[in-house]
C-alpha cells in the first residue's frame, strides 16, 4: 500500500488508474462497496485503483465549530482502504485553496493530470468542488470531455443508509453495535498505552490506559466488552473496557480508555501501541459509595464480558 501525502509525491508515469474519491473516514460498508466496484472494473481492464482521501476533513478547514469527530486517523484509513481493495491512497492535503477549486479544476488537476483516470467510482450522493458544485453528473460530464467513465454507488444497508455520520450517532449513544454493523468490523481507537494512577492494579484488575482526544470519536463513558490487540504483535485479547474519569475516585479529570485483560495481571504494556475494539455496552459509568462496591461491580462486569466474547 503506497501513500501518496501530496499531489505532488504521485509518480510522474502512474496511471491509467481507476479512482474513487471521499473522506472515507471510517472506511464503513457503504465505503467498501464503492472500492469493491472499482477493484472489480480495475481488474477487468488491468488499473490500478487510488483512493482519493482529504486531509483534515474539509469541515474543519470550512466550518471547523461544525467539523466531525474522527473515526480514523489517514494511516487508519489507507490501511483499511488497502484492505478492501485499494492499491494506493492520496492523502490530498485539503485547505482553503483547494476548497476554492472549481469541479472542473478538481477534475483536470486531481483524475486528468495527476492520476490519469479511466474510471471514477464514488458514492452516490458524492459532492466536490467550491461551494459543493460537483456531483456524479458533473463527473460524467467532465469524463466525456477528459476520456474517463463516473459512476455513482448507492449507499444502501437495506433501509439504513451507510455512512460516518450514522457511525458517530450510534457510538454516542453508546449503540457500539449498530456501528459495528455499519462498519463491518467492531469500532475502535488505537494510541500507545501510558502509566496512569495505577488504581487498577491495586484493586485486582491491572489495566492499559490509552488516551483520548476531543477530536476523536469514542463511545460515552460506561464499561464496555471488547477486544485489545498488539499492534507489534497483532496479539488479540479479550477484555473489559471502561470509558470515562472513574467518578469513585475524586481527582480524576482526564477521560480514558482503560482495558483490562481478562484473566491477566502478568501483561507489560507500557509504551505498546494497542488497538482497543469495543464490542458490547455493559453498563454506564457510575459512582460507588465505596472501594468494596466497585471491585464487587468489577467482577460482575469482568464475568459479563467474559460470557459475551467466549
Given amino acids: 500500500m503506497q501513500i501518496w501525502r501530496s499531489l505532488d509525491e504521485v509518480p510522474a508515469g502512474l496511471g491509467p488508474t481507476a479512482v474513487v474519491i471521499g473522506n472515507f473516514d471510517g472506511v464503513h460498508l457503504g465505503h467498501r462497496h464503492v472500492v469493491s466496484r472499482a477493484r472489480e472494473v480495475a481488474d477487468a481492464r488491468g488499473l490500478i485503483v487510488v483512493a482519493v482521501t482529504f486531509d483534515p476533513?474539509?469541515?474543519?478547514?470550512?466550518?471547523?465549530?461544525?467539523?466531525?469527530?474522527?473515526?480514523?486517523s489517514v494511516d487508519e484509513r489507507a490501511a483499511l482502504l488497502g484492505d478492501c481493495g485499494a492499491d494506493a491512497?492520496?492523502?490530498?492535503?485539503?485547505?482553503?485553496?483547494?476548497?476554492?477549486?472549481?469541479?472542473?479544476?478538481?477534475?483536470?488537476?486531481v483524475l486528468v493530470d495527476a492520476l490519469h483516470a479511466a474510471v471514477v467510482v464514488v458514492?452516490?450522493?458524492?459532492?466536490?468542488?467550491?461551494?459543493?458544485?460537483?456531483?456524479?453528473?458533473?463527473?460524467?460530464?467532465?469524463?466525456?470531455?477528459?476520456?474517463?467513465?463516473?459512476?455513482?454507488?448507492?449507499?444502501d444497508g437495506g433501509p439504513q443508509v451507510w455512512s460516518s455520520t450514522y457511525v458517530r450517532m450510534s457510538l454516542a449513544a453508546g449503540d457500539v453495535a449498530g456501528a459495528a454493523e455499519a462498519l463491518g468490523r467492531p469500532y475502535s481507537v488505537r494510541g500507545k498505552v501510558v502509566r496512569g494512577d495505577q488504581r487498577g492494579r491495586e484493586l485486582g484488575y491491572p489495566t492499559a490506559n490509552v488516551p483520548t482526544t476531543d477530536l476523536t470519536a469514542v463511545p460515552p463513558d460506561g464499561v464496555y466488552a471488547g477486544w485489545l490487540r498488539r499492534v507489534d504483535t497483532g496479539e488479540r485479547l479479550p477484555a473489559a473496557i471502561s470509558v470515562g474519569t472513574?467518578?469513585?475516585?475524586?481527582?480524576?479529570?482526564?477521560r480514558r480508555v482503560e482495558s483490562y485483560v481478562l484473566d491477566r495481571t502478568d501483561l507489560e504494556l507500557y509504551?505498546?501501541?494497542v488497538e482497543v475494539s469495543f464490542v458490547e455496552r455493559l453498563r454506564g459509568m457510575v459512582a460507588f459509595s465505596s472501594?468494596?462496591?466497585?471491585?464487587?461491580?468489577?467482577?460482575?462486569?469482568?464475568?459479563?464480558?467474559r460470557e459475551l466474547l467466549t
Fill in 291 to 305: 472501594v468494596e462496591e466497585l471491585i464487587e461491580q468489577m467482577k460482575d462486569d469482568v464475568d459479563r464480558a
Fill in 123 to 155: 458514492g452516490a450522493n458524492f459532492r466536490f468542488g467550491n461551494k459543493a458544485a460537483g456531483d456524479v453528473a458533473t463527473l460524467r460530464e467532465t469524463g466525456a470531455r477528459f476520456g474517463f467513465e463516473a459512476e455513482g454507488i448507492a449507499l
Fill in 57 to 72: 476533513h474539509p469541515m474543519a478547514v470550512l466550518r471547523p465549530e461544525h467539523a466531525p469527530t474522527t473515526l480514523t
Fill in 246 to 254: 472513574n467518578p469513585t475516585f475524586h481527582g480524576v479529570r482526564e
Fill in 89 to 109: 491512497v492520496l492523502a490530498m492535503p485539503f485547505d482553503r485553496g483547494v476548497a476554492a477549486w472549481t469541479p472542473e479544476e478538481f477534475v483536470e488537476r
Fill in 271 to 273: 509504551g505498546v501501541e
